[in-house]
């Protein structure tokens, strides 16, 4: 059985940061590339970061300018967001996801497994 396990998520003041991390288990962890998505209420579940099964190419939504480096450490089958200079606009669910194409791709339709999502409140 599949599971992708977020944590990590919670309530934060404007400027500050957060990490996530998503845990992975019955899969191969490190044959499949992983991404981070957000979806805020009213909205579709958008593209943050992803990160190739090697972790030697990332990837990032052109909005958030770099403030959300992706990580992941295949010895503990967990990738990681860090959250960094927040804004209340980064207000969302935020959930990981798994592709078994291994590349860490943009699109919501290349992932086989997603998790639960955490949220993460940003307040001003």
């Known amino acids: 059985q599949v599971q992708l396990v977020e944590s990590g998520g919670g309530l934060v003041q404007a400027g500050g940061s957060l990490r996530l991390s998503c845990a992975a288990s019955g899969i191969t962890f490190r044959r499949y590339g992983m991404g981070w998505f957000r979806q805020a209420p009213g909205k579709e579940r958008e593209f943050v970061a992803a990160?190739?099964?090697?972790?030697?190419?990332?990837y990032y939504a052109d909005s958030l300018k770099g403030r959300f480096p992706i990580s992941r450490d295949n010895a503990k089958n967990t990738v990681y967001l860090q959250m960094n200079s927040l804004k209340p606009e980064d207000t969302a669910v935020y959930y990981c996801?798994?592709?078994?194409w291994g590349v860490g791709s943009l699109k919501l339709s290349d992932y086989d497994y997603w998790g639960q999502g955490t949220q993460v409140t940003v307040s001003s």
């Open positions: 990160i190739n099964w090697s972790g030697t190419n990332t």
């Open positions: 996801a798994a592709d078994g």
